[in-house]
């Protein structure tokens, strides 16, 4: 399909989900809604919703292009993610719901003070940030690479254009209009990858027991790896791991948690929780189906790409040596617009979190302000989010270095390990901290942390650390704030401070 027919498709379906989000919002405009929702959202709606915002661009993107290094060895970390989901439903949630939080890091000032209330915000607007820009800065240079690029189009207004229409159908409605956008994504999200994969099988010559016969055979669909511990794939590294990076990137991230808290009742939330954690292995499964089946016809129709990344769009999109699509247009057009529902979900949804921490953790609005003072700021709040997150996408184009998922989990494993800390530290204990001595703490362990993982090979007699680093940066900030506790009497109810 020409890039022009791409384009005006792509802009078509960008309009539908504003045109939806704006719908929403009309009646529901106000900053209750905004941030939660009104507490109104049915769980089911919230469990659809929720998968397209953890999918985003990465997976739609990576997940098929790890299959040849790292075959289906992230289907170990997927079963962490169960495990992981059930302690949020039924540690986290029930803190939150008691709390009345819009905002979870308004937990920490309660627990230890405002200094570690900010220095927990601060390391999720730092990590947000960067992997919302980890993740548009992928969707925008494969969209550059199939749609404005062939056009003449640059790369910034590429991005501007993309930001623009995140903040459109977000600015209004907040969570109340993603938990409905995000759900029609979804599902067509899905039926893009169902779609995809059928028409690259037919095209191949294979049946679904055809597709099932070559996937096992293909060499790349190897799950359990428990033979070598010092393998990144090792699985009790990769399931913990796992656990871990959803206690933290989902169930301590405000992104994720706004549309949880939105739900009527903690009941209705955990039900939603649990709903979307079964359904995760099934959909990194067909990812990762995809992503053999899509190493198989490059193979066998001679199919050049750079990187794992590129190997989806240059199937779907790509030419071979005459100018013949090497796929029916229907892929191409499915691959543009499954991105863009990936993408706009995980990014809108960012957005709105964005917008609420730093409106209501660093400026407190909520509190200084009336209902019409707290919407100029929130709005305000907003638009600047929308134009930094531009500028970062930007930013990214000269480090892009080998697959994106795996920069995705080092960023998180730096920026959510202190917050995963905190956070436990607080709820499994009742020691008090020296509140001033948290932001630094909360520092020094990511620092700690990259000085292991660079010289782990030489100190630990070739241990490379992988994704567990998350779990050494919380172990390292738990101890960090033991220590500062050093001397001070217990709290009798767990939230006394210095």
């Known amino acids: 399909m020409s890039p022009a027919l791409l384009l005006l498709a792509l802009a078509l379906y960008l309009a539908a989900v504003i045109a939806v989000g704006w719908r929403i919002a009309r009646r529901h405009a106000g900053s209750a809604d905004f941030f939660r929702g009104g507490r109104k959202s049915p769980w089911w709606a919230v469990a659809v919703a929720m998968v397209s915002t953890s999918i985003s661009g990465i997976t739609f993107v990576s997940v098929p292009g790890m299959v040849a290094a790292s075959q289906w060895a992230y289907l170990q970390m997927a079963l962490g993610f169960v495990a992981g989901y059930a302690v949020i439903a039924y540690v986290l949630l029930p803190l939150y719901y008691r709390m009345d939080l819009s905002s979870l890091y308004s937990y920490l000032e309660g627990r230890f003070g405002s200094w ?15 992997i919302c820009g980890v993740r548009m800065y992928l969707t925008a240079i494969v969209l550059q690479l199939v749609v404005f690029g062939p056009l003449g189009i640059p790369f910034w207004a590429n991005v501007a254009a993309t930001m623009l229409c995140v903040w459109l159908y977000t600015f209004r409605g907040g969570v109340r209009s993603l938990v409905w956008t995000d759900m029609l994504q979804t599902l067509a999200l899905i039926a893009t990858v169902v779609i995809c994969t059928v028409v690259i099988g037919r095209t191949m010559g294979l049946d679904f027991g055809g597709m099932c016969g070559s996937i096992r055979d293909s060499g790349m669909s190897r799950i359990w790896f428990l033979d070598d511990w010092r393998d990144t794939r090792y699985f009790w590294k990769q399931f913990l791991a796992g656990m871990f990076t959803t206690v933290a990137m989902t169930g301590m991230d405000q992104d994720m948690m706004q549309k949880n808290l939105s739900c009527r009742t903690l009941r209705e939330s955990q039900r939603n929780m649990m709903c979307y954690g079964a359904a995760f292995i099934p959909v990194n499964l067909l990812f990762l189906a995809l992503g053999v089946l899509l190493y198989r016809f ?9 990187r794992p990344d590129d190997l989806f769009p240059a199937v779907a999109c790509g030419t ?43 400026l407190h609005a909520d509190r200084r302000r009336d209902e019409a003072g707290l919407l100029r700021t929130r709005r305000r709040v907003h638009a600047l ?22 920069a995705i989990y080092t960023v998180a494993g730096y920026t959510y390990g202190p917050l995963l800390g905190l956070f436990f530290f607080g709820i499994l204990t009742r020691r ?11 520092l020094l362990a990511p620092v700690l942390c990259y000085v292991l993982s660079t010289h782990s090979e030489a100190w630990l007699g070739g241990y490379r650390i992988g994704f567990e680093l998350l779990l050494i940066n919380a172990a390292l900030t738990w101890l960090g704030l033991w220590l500062s506790g050093l001397g001070l009497p217990p709290g009798p109810d767990g939230h006394a401070r210095d």
């Open 320 to 362: 071979d040596a005459a100018g013949t699509p090497w796929m029916p247009p229907v892929v191409s057009l499915l691959f543009v617009l499954g991105l863009a529902a990936s993408a706009f979900s995980s990014s809108g949804s960012a957005l709105t979190a964005l917008t609420t921490t730093f409106t209501l953790d660093f």
């Open 298 to 306: 490059a193979a066998q129709a001679g199919v050049d790409f750079a």
């Open 116 to 130: 570690s209330h900010h220095a927990g915000a601060g390391f999720f607007l730092l990590s947000k940030v960067l």
């Open 385 to 406: 989010a929308a134009v930094v997150l531009g500028f970062v996408v930007l930013g990214f184009g000269a480090i892009r270095n080998g697959s994106v998922i795996d």
């Open 432 to 442: 008090r901290v020296r509140d001033r001595w948290v932001p630094f703490i909360c």
